[in-house]
Protein backbone atom coordinates (compact mmCIF):
# COMPACT_ATOMS: atom_id res chain seq x y z
CA UNK A 1 0.00 0.00 0.00
CA UNK A 2 3.16 2.35 0.50
CA UNK A 3 6.32 1.87 -0.97
CA UNK A 4 9.30 4.17 -0.22
CA UNK A 5 12.45 3.41 -2.17
CA UNK A 6 15.55 5.49 -1.44
CA UNK A 7 14.12 8.58 -0.36
CA UNK A 8 16.72 11.27 0.81
CA UNK A 9 16.15 15.19 1.10
CA UNK A 10 18.64 17.64 1.76
CA UNK A 11 17.89 20.91 2.67
CA UNK A 12 20.67 23.07 1.13
CA UNK A 13 23.59 20.99 2.19
CA UNK A 14 21.83 19.42 5.67
CA UNK A 15 21.03 16.38 5.22
CA UNK A 16 17.75 15.79 6.47
CA UNK A 17 16.93 12.32 5.13
CA UNK A 18 18.71 9.95 3.47
CA UNK A 19 18.37 6.37 1.58
CA UNK A 20 14.93 5.62 3.34
CA UNK A 21 13.54 2.82 1.96
CA UNK A 22 10.19 0.52 3.58
CA UNK A 23 7.34 -1.21 2.60
CA UNK A 24 4.02 -0.87 4.36
CA UNK A 25 1.41 -3.40 3.26
CA UNK A 26 -2.12 -3.18 3.76
CA UNK A 27 -4.40 -2.64 7.04
CA UNK A 28 -1.01 -2.68 9.10
CA UNK A 29 0.14 -0.20 11.20
CA UNK A 30 3.46 1.17 11.09
CA UNK A 31 5.50 2.94 13.79
CA UNK A 32 7.64 5.45 12.47
CA UNK A 33 9.97 5.78 15.71
CA UNK A 34 12.82 8.13 16.07
CA UNK A 35 14.57 10.76 18.84
CA UNK A 36 13.83 14.78 17.49
CA UNK A 37 15.78 15.43 14.43
CA UNK A 38 15.54 11.92 12.99
CA UNK A 39 13.73 12.92 9.77
CA UNK A 40 10.35 11.69 10.85
CA UNK A 41 8.14 14.82 9.65
CA UNK A 42 10.08 15.44 6.85
CA UNK A 43 9.43 11.75 5.53
CA UNK A 44 6.23 12.58 5.95
CA UNK A 45 5.94 15.92 4.29
CA UNK A 46 7.10 14.17 1.46
CA UNK A 47 5.02 11.41 1.34
CA UNK A 48 1.94 13.72 1.53
CA UNK A 49 2.94 15.81 -1.13
CA UNK A 50 3.64 19.08 0.53
CA UNK A 51 7.48 18.93 -0.46
CA UNK A 52 9.56 17.09 -3.40
CA UNK A 53 12.38 14.47 -2.23
CA UNK A 54 15.77 15.43 -3.08
CA UNK A 55 15.83 11.88 -4.54
CA UNK A 56 14.00 8.47 -4.03
CA UNK A 57 10.06 7.54 -4.99
CA UNK A 58 7.50 6.72 -3.00
CA UNK A 59 3.80 5.14 -4.29
CA UNK A 60 0.96 5.61 -2.20
CA UNK A 61 -1.77 2.84 -3.47
CA UNK A 62 0.11 2.13 -6.70
CA UNK A 63 0.09 5.62 -7.19
CA UNK A 64 3.82 7.84 -7.67
CA UNK A 65 3.32 10.38 -5.43
CA UNK A 66 4.63 13.19 -8.65
CA UNK A 67 3.34 11.26 -11.46
CA UNK A 68 0.27 10.87 -10.21
CA UNK A 69 -0.10 13.12 -7.20
CA UNK A 70 -3.30 13.76 -7.04
CA UNK A 71 -4.58 10.54 -7.07
CA UNK A 72 -2.04 9.67 -4.76
CA UNK A 73 -3.22 12.84 -2.76
CA UNK A 74 -6.80 11.28 -2.92
CA UNK A 75 -5.26 8.06 -1.03
CA UNK A 76 -3.81 10.07 1.88
CA UNK A 77 -5.36 11.54 5.29
CA UNK A 78 -2.23 13.63 6.85
CA UNK A 79 -2.22 14.53 10.33
CA UNK A 80 0.47 17.36 10.39
CA UNK A 81 2.61 17.54 13.14
CA UNK A 82 1.68 21.20 14.14
CA UNK A 83 -1.85 20.22 13.45
CA UNK A 84 -2.63 23.83 11.85
CA UNK A 85 -6.77 24.31 12.53
CA UNK A 86 -8.84 27.44 12.83
CA UNK A 87 -9.79 28.08 16.30
CA UNK A 88 -12.76 30.13 15.71
CA UNK A 89 -14.73 27.40 13.57
CA UNK A 90 -16.58 24.64 15.71
CA UNK A 91 -16.15 21.48 14.50
CA UNK A 92 -18.64 21.20 12.13
CA UNK A 93 -17.54 24.20 10.51
CA UNK A 94 -14.15 23.14 9.93
CA UNK A 95 -15.06 19.97 8.79
CA UNK A 96 -17.00 21.43 6.53
CA UNK A 97 -14.61 24.10 5.35
CA UNK A 98 -11.97 21.22 5.12
CA UNK A 99 -14.31 18.93 2.75
CA UNK A 100 -15.06 21.54 0.68
CA UNK A 101 -11.55 22.46 0.69
CA UNK A 102 -11.19 18.54 -0.71
CA UNK A 103 -13.74 19.23 -3.58
CA UNK A 104 -16.37 16.45 -1.97
CA UNK A 105 -19.55 16.15 -2.66
CA UNK A 106 -21.89 18.49 -0.77
CA UNK A 107 -23.98 15.23 0.01
CA UNK A 108 -21.66 12.93 0.87
CA UNK A 109 -19.78 15.31 2.90
CA UNK A 110 -22.94 15.75 5.17
CA UNK A 111 -22.91 12.22 5.66
CA UNK A 112 -19.20 11.88 6.28
CA UNK A 113 -19.28 14.95 8.67
CA UNK A 114 -21.68 13.10 11.07
CA UNK A 115 -19.47 9.63 10.57
CA UNK A 116 -15.94 10.98 11.35
CA UNK A 117 -17.67 13.02 14.60
CA UNK A 118 -19.20 9.70 15.93
CA UNK A 119 -16.03 7.80 15.17
CA UNK A 120 -13.47 10.27 16.86
CA UNK A 121 -15.78 10.14 19.67
CA UNK A 122 -16.81 14.02 19.28
CA UNK A 123 -20.34 14.07 19.35
CA UNK A 124 -20.03 16.90 22.49
CA UNK A 125 -17.93 19.01 20.71
CA UNK A 126 -19.46 19.05 17.58
CA UNK A 127 -20.98 23.00 17.60
CA UNK A 128 -17.54 23.99 20.56
CA UNK A 129 -15.18 26.46 18.99
CA UNK A 130 -11.51 24.50 18.60
CA UNK A 131 -9.62 27.31 20.32
CA UNK A 132 -11.94 26.31 23.69
CA UNK A 133 -10.70 22.31 22.93
CA UNK A 134 -8.52 20.84 25.16
CA UNK A 135 -4.87 19.98 22.88
CA UNK A 136 -6.44 15.89 22.85
CA UNK A 137 -9.47 16.91 21.48
CA UNK A 138 -8.11 19.38 19.21
CA UNK A 139 -6.28 15.95 17.59
CA UNK A 140 -8.68 14.20 17.45
CA UNK A 141 -10.12 16.85 15.19
CA UNK A 142 -7.39 16.82 13.08
CA UNK A 143 -7.89 13.08 12.44
CA UNK A 144 -11.30 13.49 11.74
CA UNK A 145 -10.40 16.28 8.98
CA UNK A 146 -7.36 13.65 8.04
CA UNK A 147 -10.33 10.62 7.54
CA UNK A 148 -13.42 12.73 6.00
CA UNK A 149 -12.60 11.52 2.06
CA UNK A 150 -12.24 7.89 3.25
CA UNK A 151 -8.98 8.02 2.42
CA UNK A 152 -6.82 4.29 1.72
CA UNK A 153 -4.01 5.67 4.00
CA UNK A 154 -3.26 7.80 6.92
CA UNK A 155 0.02 9.63 7.93
CA UNK A 156 0.12 10.46 11.50
CA UNK A 157 2.70 13.17 12.72
CA UNK A 158 3.53 12.30 16.18
CA UNK A 159 -0.27 12.43 17.55
CA UNK A 160 -0.16 11.62 20.62
CA UNK A 161 2.45 14.32 21.38
CA UNK A 162 1.68 16.87 24.26
CA UNK A 163 -1.61 15.37 25.08
CA UNK A 164 -2.62 14.68 28.94
CA UNK A 165 -2.35 10.78 29.87
CA UNK A 166 -6.28 9.98 29.47
CA UNK A 167 -6.74 11.51 26.00
CA UNK A 168 -3.61 9.38 24.69
CA UNK A 169 -4.69 6.18 25.79
CA UNK A 170 -8.17 6.93 23.88
CA UNK A 171 -6.39 8.31 21.50
CA UNK A 172 -4.48 5.19 20.88
CA UNK A 173 -7.62 3.04 20.73
CA UNK A 174 -8.60 5.40 18.16
CA UNK A 175 -5.74 5.04 16.15
CA UNK A 176 -6.05 1.06 16.72
CA UNK A 177 -9.98 1.29 15.48
CA UNK A 178 -8.60 3.29 12.45
CA UNK A 179 -6.28 0.33 11.82
CA UNK A 180 -8.99 -1.56 10.46
CA UNK A 181 -9.62 0.43 7.61
CA UNK A 182 -6.90 2.57 7.12
CA UNK A 183 -3.10 1.93 6.56
CA UNK A 184 -1.35 3.84 8.79
CA UNK A 185 1.99 5.60 9.42
CA UNK A 186 2.59 6.75 12.90
CA UNK A 187 5.34 8.53 13.52
CA UNK A 188 6.33 8.79 17.50
CA UNK A 189 8.92 9.36 19.65
CA UNK A 190 7.36 7.55 22.61
CA UNK A 191 8.55 3.62 22.87
CA UNK A 192 5.78 2.16 24.74
CA UNK A 193 3.38 3.62 22.01
CA UNK A 194 5.00 1.33 19.22
CA UNK A 195 4.31 -1.62 21.24
CA UNK A 196 0.42 -1.25 22.16
CA UNK A 197 -0.74 -0.13 18.44
CA UNK A 198 1.70 -1.23 15.67
CA UNK A 199 2.44 -4.21 14.15
CA UNK A 200 5.42 -3.22 12.28
CA UNK A 201 8.17 -0.73 13.15
CA UNK A 202 10.55 1.27 11.46
CA UNK A 203 13.38 3.30 13.38
CA UNK A 204 15.44 6.17 11.91
CA UNK A 205 17.89 8.59 13.87
CA UNK A 206 19.83 11.13 12.35
CA UNK A 207 18.08 10.63 8.70
CA UNK A 208 19.13 6.79 8.56
CA UNK A 209 17.25 3.98 8.86
CA UNK A 210 18.69 1.57 11.29
CA UNK A 211 15.87 -1.37 12.09
CA UNK A 212 12.70 -2.41 10.71
CA UNK A 213 10.98 -4.96 11.69
CA UNK A 214 7.92 -6.09 13.96
CA UNK A 215 8.06 -4.76 17.66
CA UNK A 216 8.52 -8.26 19.27
CA UNK A 217 11.36 -9.10 16.51
CA UNK A 218 13.10 -6.11 17.52
CA UNK A 219 13.80 -7.01 20.96
CA UNK A 220 13.75 -11.09 20.22
CA UNK A 221 16.04 -10.75 17.01
CA UNK A 222 19.06 -10.04 18.94
CA UNK A 223 18.83 -10.78 22.58
CA UNK A 224 21.31 -13.17 23.52
CA UNK A 225 24.02 -11.14 21.70
CA UNK A 226 24.06 -8.24 23.30
CA UNK A 227 24.02 -8.60 27.42
CA UNK A 228 25.72 -11.37 28.77
CA UNK A 229 25.54 -12.49 32.69
CA UNK A 230 28.74 -14.09 33.91
CA UNK A 231 29.24 -16.34 36.65
CA UNK A 232 33.42 -16.29 37.39
CA UNK A 233 36.13 -17.94 39.37
CA UNK A 234 38.86 -15.98 39.29
CA UNK A 235 40.48 -12.57 40.14
CA UNK A 236 37.83 -10.22 40.08
CA UNK A 237 39.38 -7.12 38.95
CA UNK A 238 41.55 -9.04 36.00
CA UNK A 239 38.44 -10.75 34.92
CA UNK A 240 36.50 -7.15 34.47
CA UNK A 241 39.79 -5.98 32.55
CA UNK A 242 40.49 -8.73 29.95
CA UNK A 243 36.35 -9.00 29.53
CA UNK A 244 36.78 -5.10 28.40
CA UNK A 245 39.14 -5.92 26.18
CA UNK A 246 37.16 -8.24 24.41
CA UNK A 247 36.48 -6.78 20.76
CA UNK A 248 33.13 -5.89 20.65
CA UNK A 249 32.43 -5.12 24.48
CA UNK A 250 31.08 -1.58 25.68
CA UNK A 251 30.94 -2.25 29.43
CA UNK A 252 31.46 -4.61 32.01
CA UNK A 253 30.23 -4.17 35.83
CA UNK A 254 30.62 -7.24 38.16
CA UNK A 255 29.99 -7.67 42.21
CA UNK A 256 30.89 -10.66 44.41
CA UNK A 257 28.28 -13.57 44.61
CA UNK A 258 28.98 -14.24 48.12
CA UNK A 259 31.30 -17.65 47.04
CA UNK A 260 35.03 -17.11 47.74
CA UNK A 261 36.76 -16.31 44.14
CA UNK A 262 33.47 -16.05 42.07
CA UNK A 263 31.58 -13.10 40.92
CA UNK A 264 29.14 -12.28 38.43
CA UNK A 265 29.90 -10.61 35.36
CA UNK A 266 27.54 -8.28 33.85
CA UNK A 267 28.86 -7.81 29.81
CA UNK A 268 27.13 -5.87 27.12
CA UNK A 269 28.31 -5.70 23.97
CA UNK A 270 27.74 -3.83 20.43
CA UNK A 271 24.70 -4.74 18.94
CA UNK A 272 24.76 -7.85 17.00
CA UNK A 273 28.07 -8.76 17.71
CA UNK A 274 27.59 -12.34 19.49
CA UNK A 275 30.80 -12.54 22.02
CA UNK A 276 29.62 -15.50 23.80
CA UNK A 277 32.30 -17.69 22.16
CA UNK A 278 35.00 -14.91 22.64
CA UNK A 279 34.32 -14.41 25.99
CA UNK A 280 34.45 -18.28 27.29
CA UNK A 281 37.57 -19.06 25.09
CA UNK A 282 39.22 -15.90 27.31
CA UNK A 283 38.12 -17.38 30.55
CA UNK A 284 39.35 -20.70 29.81
CA UNK A 285 43.07 -19.45 28.32
CA UNK A 286 43.45 -17.85 31.50
CA UNK A 287 42.59 -20.88 33.32
CA UNK A 288 39.64 -19.09 35.35
CA UNK A 289 36.78 -21.04 35.62
CA UNK A 290 32.84 -20.50 33.30
CA UNK A 291 30.61 -21.26 35.76
CA UNK A 292 27.48 -19.44 33.98
CA UNK A 293 26.74 -17.40 31.13
CA UNK A 294 23.55 -16.24 29.84
CA UNK A 295 22.51 -14.26 27.37
CA UNK A 296 19.75 -11.31 28.77
CA UNK A 297 17.06 -10.37 26.24
CA UNK A 298 16.72 -6.82 25.64
CA UNK A 299 13.35 -4.55 25.68
CA UNK A 300 12.32 -2.08 22.84
CA UNK A 301 13.13 0.31 24.91
CA UNK A 302 17.15 -1.01 24.92
CA UNK A 303 16.98 -1.46 21.27
CA UNK A 304 16.09 1.80 20.94
CA UNK A 305 18.25 3.58 23.40
CA UNK A 306 21.56 1.41 21.91
CA UNK A 307 20.38 2.52 18.21
CA UNK A 308 19.81 5.46 18.56
CA UNK A 309 22.92 6.59 21.24
CA UNK A 310 25.70 8.75 19.29
CA UNK A 311 28.08 5.76 19.22
CA UNK A 312 29.43 3.92 16.67
CA UNK A 313 26.74 0.83 16.16
N1 LIG B 1 12.84 23.49 6.55
C1 LIG B 1 13.98 23.05 7.08
N2 LIG B 1 15.16 23.65 6.80
C2 LIG B 1 16.33 23.19 7.32
N3 LIG B 1 16.42 22.14 8.16
C3 LIG B 1 15.29 21.50 8.48
C4 LIG B 1 14.01 21.92 7.97
N4 LIG B 1 13.06 21.09 8.47
C5 LIG B 1 13.72 20.20 9.25
N5 LIG B 1 15.06 20.45 9.27
C6 LIG B 1 16.08 19.66 9.97
O1 LIG B 1 16.04 18.34 9.47
C7 LIG B 1 16.22 17.39 10.51
C8 LIG B 1 15.03 16.45 10.55
O2 LIG B 1 13.90 17.17 11.00
P1 LIG B 1 12.46 16.53 11.14
O3 LIG B 1 12.14 15.82 9.89
O4 LIG B 1 11.54 17.60 11.57
O5 LIG B 1 12.72 15.47 12.29
P2 LIG B 1 11.69 14.80 13.33
O6 LIG B 1 10.30 14.99 12.81
O7 LIG B 1 12.10 13.35 13.37
O8 LIG B 1 11.90 15.47 14.65
C9 LIG B 1 16.40 18.18 11.79
O9 LIG B 1 17.78 18.29 12.04
C10 LIG B 1 15.79 19.52 11.45
O10 LIG B 1 16.41 20.56 12.19
MG1 LIG C 1 8.71 15.80 13.68
Not at 35 to 64: C, E, F, H, Q, V
Not at 138 to 150: D, F, T
Not at 265 to 283: G, M, T
Request: net charge negative.
Amino acid sequence: MIEVEHLSKYYGNFMAIEDISFKVEKGEILGFLGPNGAGKTTTMRILTGYMPPTSGTARIAGYDIFFDSLKARREIGYLPESNPLYGDMSVRALLEFFGKLRGLDKKYLKRRISEVIEKMRLEEYAETDINKMSKGFRQRVGVAQAILHEPAVLILDEPTIGIDPVQVVETRQIIKELGKEHTIILSTHILPEVSMVCQKVIIVNEGHLIAADRPENLSIGISGQDKIKAVVRGPMREVAAALRDLNGVETVDYESTGVDGTARFNVSARINRDIREDLSKLIVNRGWGLLEMQPVGLSLEDVFVKLTTKEEI
